[in-house]
């Protein structure tokens, strides 16, 4: 790689959200850093809608490492913002209704844990949305919630980045990595099936797409999520989401995906809407569902930030901070993400 120079620490390869994040990390702890973004290659990340929940899935639980991810997201966001000199990060709460009078009865029971408060109100009528909302049965009301605008935010960095002149848009050749005197940290998304490095790795990539749709005559200022979300992104303008296909993993927007969004959307919301807008794209999950990050088993140069999933937002600050402090000083990664768990997958495909 011609860029590469024995001053560079890191490379690394993806400007998504999570090598965005990563080589920040480094700059700021006056690493070199190198970036390396294939244009023609779509980012997931402008894709997604960037919402951050604490309350998660048709039961209404709350998220793996909830305590840990959410204040530390706040904070990390906020103080972003101030660097980068934009708006990008979005507090509201998130309503969503009770799917059904099951999950409904667990709330009025003492089964909830009592520490859920510190995350969601529980209501059990449905007066503020009653004009919106076609279930009646109440909801959760989430705290420390909302959404963050990743193209502002990655636009921002492609910017930052430049002004320091580490970013380059071109594409970079797996094979350097090893003859490279730096480290080199893959960030590619769920490309990363295709790197050689990492593709022992049980990714489960997952296809989405979502409608950017105006809705009139509404006043609706927080999040709406229940089988479909809605967020609001400026007056009567609303992005609508997400459909989940683990088939044709490309970034083309399907009819059929359009058709599940507005049937999602009635069963929701009482509102007519209108379609403006209508995007795909790939989420890097995994068998899991817990991020990919460390340094690859044989070479010791080469390693992995990826694997965030559809809580990239929440995920990212917290996980990129972790990352950068096990690169740097040696601190170790969680296990829950740690590569290494992986490391009899890697051994049974007949690597050493």
Request: with cysteine; proline share 6%; glycine share 6%.
């Amino acid at each position: 790689m011609s860029k590469e120079s024995a001053e560079t620490d890191f490379i690394i390869v993806g400007q998504g959200l999570a090598g965005s994040l990563l080589a920040y990390l480094l700059l700021q702890r006056g690493k070199k850093v190198q970036i390396f973004d294939a244009p023609e290659i779509p980012s997931s990340s402008r894709v997604a809608a960037g919402i951050f929940n604490p309350v998660t899935g048709r039961k209404l639980v709350k998220t793996w490492m909830a305590d840990e991810l959410f204040p530390f997201l706040e904070q990390f966001y906020l103080e972003l913002e101030d660097v980068l000199q934009v708006k990008f990060f979005h507090q509201v709460p998130i309503y969503r209704p009770f799917p059904n009078e099951e999950v409904q009865e667990y709330f009025k029971s003492d089964k909830v844990p009592e520490d859920f408060a510190d995350f969601a109100t529980i209501e059990f009528e449905n007066i503020a949305y009653q004009d919106l909302v076609n279930s009646q049965l109440g909801g959760v009301t989430t705290k420390q919630s909302g959404w963050v605008d990743l193209k502002i935010l990655l636009d921002a960095f492609r910017d930052f980045f430049r002004q320091k002149g580490v970013l380059f848009q071109e594409n970079f050749n797996p094979e350097s990595a090893l003859s490279n005197n730096c480290k080199t940290i893959f960030c590619e998304g769920f490309q990363a099936r295709s790197n050689p490095y990492f593709n022992y790795l049980p990714f489960n990539p997952v296809k989405g797409e979502v409608l950017e749709v105006t809705i009139e005559d509404i006043t609706l200022d927080n999040i709406i999520n229940q089988g479909a979300f809605v967020v609001p992104l400026s007056q009567n303008t609303f992005r609508l989401g997400a459909t989940y296909s683990w088939h044709e993993l490309d970034f083309i927007p399907t009819h059929q995906g359009k058709e599940d969004l507005l049937m999602k959307y009635h069963k929701l919301m009482k509102p007519n809407l209108e379609v403006i807008g209508h995007l795909a794209g790939v989420r890097p999950a995994t068998k899991d569902r817990r991020p990919f990050i460390g340094i690859h088993p044989d070479f010791p140069q080469i390693g992995i930030f990826n694997g965030l999933g559809s809580k990239g937002v929440s995920l990212a600050p917290y996980f990129a901070t972790q990352f950068t402090e096990f690169l740097l000083f040696g601190k170790e990664l969680s296990p829950e993400v740690n590569i290494n768990r992986f490391t009899s997958l890697y051994l049974r495909a007949g690597n050493s």
